[in-house]
Nanobody, 126 residues
């Protein structure tokens, strides 16, 4: 079992930045790949970024590439997401999730992730 708690959401103007954290407890978090997803009303949950179990490999979605940095600190059981140059279309609830079967962090489908946090709301005003 892995418990995940996201933080760092909020209201920001377009062009601004936000930093997110995903704090894990429970099972050995450092063994698993972790991803960030987002979901806005009436849309499916969308992949944002993922990072391998040891932080050696990361992948960002095309929609955020160049604006997002994902990182992790396994000593603190935490994964981070930095988003810059935010746009109104980035408005969504952001979730972190853990993939216990593929350590590489290459999974991009929500169904590939077994554990989820409750999400943190991000609103980008124009």
């Amino acid at each position: 079992q892995v418990q995940l708690v996201e933080s760092g959401g909020g209201l920001v103007q377009a062009g601004g930045s936000l930093s997110f954290s995903c704090a894990a407890s429970g099972d050995t978090f450092s063994r698993y790949a972790t991803g960030w997803f987002r979901q806005s009303p009436e849309k499916e949950r969308e992949f944002v970024a993922a990072i391998s179990w040891n932080g050696g490999w990361a992948y960002n979605a095309d929609s955020v590439r160049g604006r997002v940095t994902i990182s992790r600190d396994n000593a603190k059981n935490t994964v981070f997401l930095q988003m810059n140059s935010l746009k109104p279309e980035d408005t969504a609830v952001y979730y972190c999730a853990v993939d216990v079967t593929d350590l590489s962090g290459s999974a991009t489908r929500p169904a590939d992730y077994e554990y989820w946090g409750q999400g943190t709301q991000v609103t980008v005003s124009s």
